[in-house]
């Protein structure tokens, strides 16, 4: 028997990045999806299941190794999500805390 979807009801919108609420018959079937569209190789490699590291980075490690080997060669389209959060466009709501130097 297949569920039919009740409602879906989109919260967060950034770029290529959505999150819905979607309830599927019933009060209490609520889930949360997350869609990203369109979804690019990197993007479904780093949704995959992958084995998980901690890195304790120095800021000699990050200019030796992270930025050179990583920062250096991203995809300025890869970081619009990014732009859009840092120029206010986008999660202004979700802020903490910003100041000149800082935003959480």
Known sequence: MKQRIDYQDEFFHNDIFRKYWIRMGGDLNQMHANLIYPA????????????????RETAEVYTTVTKPQYLDHVDPKHCEW?????????????CLFENEHFKL
């Not at 990014?82 to 979700?94: A, F, I, R, S």
């Open 40 to 55: 690019t190789e990197m993007l479904i490699n780093k949704y995959s299941k992958q084995e998980r590291y901690s890195v």
């Open 82 to 94: 990014m732009h859009n959060v840092l120029d206010d466009k986008k999660e202004k709501e979700l």
